[in-house]
């Protein structure tokens, strides 16, 4: 009954989250405008084949949207005095952690949900079996749950950790096999193993075109494993942080 009582907590968080974060109109027009030009600008004058592009594309918008809005939202509410009433609330550090984390995997999933459509529906590309559709459920929890581990430094500065935010998911896109394919990147391909959108990647271009370095399976056992470290991690470093962000 208590677990049952900490998630109706939880799901009031995320939608106070989706509420005042979220759901705006500038909000969710650079959601989508934002992945679409950053990937764009990479593959602008290079001849990659429309089946290879299309995943890469996915894999940017999902990564990028779902990992926005989750960092900045602890130290904006430790700067406007709202997390602290939150803490003092009866709800569980966890519980909190969850309440955000959906709210940006909904987000997430909402403008990759329209980007799939628009690949479907404009480019013509088929779906290869019902891999991609539950890879990108957990892929977006995965990447949210990053997300609120980038939000665990205890400061009240948004810019801050937006900067952090921004020193750690560039690297993650150019390692991950994004815009060149795991084989092509030799011997520094084991690099892209320790990033849970190289394994995205991997099946969202499996489910458009065949081609995979991993089996489907394999990258859906990978994101599963990345969602409930990173979970746990932020969890963890939230209540690490938790004394010194007031």
């Not at 390692?175 to 320790?194: A, H």
Request: hydrophobic content about 55%; overall charge positive; charged content about 10%.
């Amino acid at each position: 009954m208590r677990l049952i009582e900490q998630l109706k907590r939880s799901w009031a968080i995320t939608k106070k989250d989706l509420a005042v974060f979220y759901l705006k109109g500038p909000v969710l027009i650079s959601g989508i405008l934002m992945p679409s030009f950053l990937f764009v600008a990479f593959c602008f004058g290079k001849k990659f084949p429309l089946m290879f592009l299309v995943p890469s594309l996915w894999g940017v918008a999902l990564f990028v949207t779902a990992s926005s809005i989750g960092p900045i939202i602890a130290p904006w509410e430790t700067r406007m005095r709202t997390f602290e009433r939150l803490i003092s609330a009866p709800i569980a550090l966890w519980a909190v952690i969850l309440g955000d984390i959906v709210a940006s995997f909904l987000f997430g999933l909402i403008i990759t949900i329209f980007i799939f459509a628009a690949g479907i529906a404009l480019l013509g590309v088929q779906i290869i079996g019902i891999y991609v559709i539950i890879g990108t459920i957990i892929a977006s929890f995965c990447f949210s749950s990053l997300a609120l581990v980038m939000s665990a430094p205890p400061t009240d500065v948004p810019s801050n950790i937006m900067m952090l935010s921004t020193l750690i998911k560039f690297p993650i896109i150019f390692i991950s096999g994004v815009f060149v394919s795991i084989e092509s990147m030799g011997k520094w391909k084991v690099i892209s193993f320790i990033s849970p959108l190289t394994y995205y990647t991997d099946l969202a271009r499996y489910s458009v075109n065949g081609s995979n370095y991993f089996s489907p399976q394999f990258d859906l056992f990978a994101l599963i494993g990345f969602s409930v470290l990173l979970f746990l991690t932020a969890i963890k470093l939230h209540k690490k942080s938790l004394p010194k962000r007031f």
